[in-house]
């Protein structure tokens, strides 16, 4: 029997990369989703992918960005599922723009709402539902740079990343008595769409040696099959062939 099955899971930026291979991991596993994105038609297509595998979906596009938007989505998944097993925070952005010479206050916004604000928004919203439910899980998707602080990823994207593995760490302190708990997945390089905002175009022959969106989800699917009194607090997953190794030890990259 799927180890996931009667379960219900809410996957933001489930349209593509991480939240797209986590949405079909998860529902391999038998567990029916809520995907959420700011864009329908790519949520539509991870939906009909699966239900066409028999499973079950329900696409509830939202900005998540906006407060109203994000607990617009928990009251559906209150008023027609009635409950909440699993969240995976996983929506997140940067931009080109990402140095402190080129950061505009706009830029900012952009940068600390999409990864910092989007995962507050998305605990304060479905903690009532998990708590309701006697216990659940929230995943978020952070970064090696909510750990590390390197020039790589932008001021802004780091601070915010930070900011996100901070907040799942007081998750597990105050909600443990409710049989909540809290995983930070902090991913090093993956071949997702969000390379593309890199101000370095990345090849494809370095995309191909980098964590891919599914080994993400593999790991986000074996987190949400844990017995629920075992909680992974913070994990990494990072490509063997590690750019940044690789760079320290003089070799071509």
């Not at 593999?218 to 607090?233: F, G, M, S, T």
Request: hydrophobic share 45%.
């Amino acid at each position: 029997m799927a180890k996931l099955q009667g379960k219900i899971a809410w996957v933001t930026g489930a349209g593509t990369g991480i939240g797209e291979a986590v949405a079909l991991a998860l529902a391999d596993e038998g567990a029916e989703i809520v995907l959420t994105g700011r864009r329908r038609e790519p949520l539509e297509e991870v939906a009909a992918r699966i239900t066409a595998a028999g499973g079950r979906a329900h696409v509830q596009p939202a900005d998540l960005m906006v407060a109203s938007q994000v607990q617009g989505v928990a009251d559906f998944i209150a008023a027609t599922l009635g409950k909440l097993d699993i969240v995976v925070a996983n929506a997140g952005l940067n931009l080109g723009e990402r140095e402190w010479a080129r950061l505009s206050m706009a830029n900012a916004d952009q940068l600390l709402g999409g990864n910092l604000s989007s995962a507050f928004y998305t605990v304060i919203a479905t903690l009532p539902l998990l708590r309701a439910g006697g216990g659940g899980q929230i995943i978020v998707t952070a970064s090696m740079a909510g750990r590390f602080i390197s020039g790589l990823s932008g001021p802004g994207y780091t601070a915010a990343k930070h900011g996100v593995v901070a907040m799942c760490h007081t998750i597990n302190m105050e909600e443990c008595v409710n049989g909540i708990r809290c995983t930070a997945v902090l991913p090093g390089e993956v071949a997702t769409p969000i390379l593309d905002k890199r101000p370095i175009p990345v090849s494809a022959e370095d995309r191909a040696k980098m964590v891919q969106s599914e080994d993400v989800g593999d790991l986000i699917r074996y987190i949400a099959c844990l017995p629920a009194h075992v909680v992974i607090n913070e994990v990494m997953i990072c490509p063997t062939w590690n750019r940044g190794y690789v760079a320290a030890l003089g070799r071509k990259i």
